[in-house]
């Protein structure tokens, strides 16, 4: 079973592709197969971006000593 690609190499062949769709003159037939793989790939980098948005919490200590798990979204708008 071959391993699932990570993010960054996901996003650095996006971009190639991405680049190349803009720069080259691909066949019609060889752009929609780049497509067709840069959709892929958009789906598997917005799966990996949702999992570690998951990850990423803050715990907060509240006041009676429970913690609670706040996404790192909100706190950042707290701050601010």
């Known amino acids: 079973m071959m391993a699932e690609q990570r993010f960054e190499d996901a996003m650095k062949r996006l971009e ?10 691909p066949s019609l037939e060889e ?3 780049r497509f067709e793989e840069g959709m892929k790939l958009v789906k598997l980098c917005t799966r990996k ?12 200590e509240e ?15 707290k701050d601010a």
């Open 63 to 77: 006041a009676d000593g429970r913690t609670r798990q706040v996404p790192f979204e909100e706190e950042e708008e």
């Open 49 to 60: 971006l949702d999992e570690a948005e998951r990850k990423v919490t803050l715990l907060i």
């Open 16 to 25: 190639e592709i991405v680049e190349t769709l803009e720069e080259g003159n």
């Open 31 to 33: 752009a929609i197969k």
